[in-house]
């Protein structure tokens, strides 16, 4: 769920976000601001600390986290389509039918070329 950190888009899982409210009870969110960025999905797209003042190690590995995840979950939901996709394919056919079907490929390739 997109959730609204540093005046950002942040997508956050439940989790996520009962942890991103414990480190602000901790340590202010201060330590948010100018940390990262993200594009109009809530997906991290870089973590640039700034210089000139210090940043809790905790959120920075919390941002780092964060954007693992996000990267991971969107990984996941593109195997879950590309396996619904090979299953389609995939589904009643046996050896014998996929030769035929491969066999007719070919002669209306080799057909063409002759």
Same mark, same amino acid.
């Given at each position: 769920m997109i959730r609204a950190v540093n005046n950002k888009r942040l997508d956050l899982?439940?989790?996520e976000y009962k942890y991103y =409210?414990?480190?602000?009870?901790?340590?202010?969110?201060?330590?948010?601001?100018?940390l990262f960025t993200t594009d109009k999905n +809530?997906?991290?797209?870089?973590?640039?600390?700034?210089?000139?003042?210090?940043i809790s190690?905790?959120?920075?590995?919390?941002i780092l986290n964060v954007m693992m995840n996000q990267r991971l979950r969107a990984l996941?939901? =593109?195997?879950?389509?590309?396996?619904e996709k090979v299953a389609e394919?995939?589904?009643?056919?046996?050896i014998q039918e996929r030769l035929e079907r491969?066999?007719?490929?070919l002669q209306a390739i080799l +057909?063409?070329?002759?």
């Open positions: 899982n439940a989790e =409210l414990s480190l602000t009870e901790n340590f202010g969110h201060q330590d948010f601001v100018g +809530g997906q991290v797209t870089s973590i640039t600390p700034p210089v000139d003042r210090q190690l905790g959120v920075i590995f919390f996941g939901s =593109l195997i879950e389509k590309n396996e394919s995939c589904s009643g056919d046996n491969v066999e007719k490929q +057909g063409e070329k002759a």
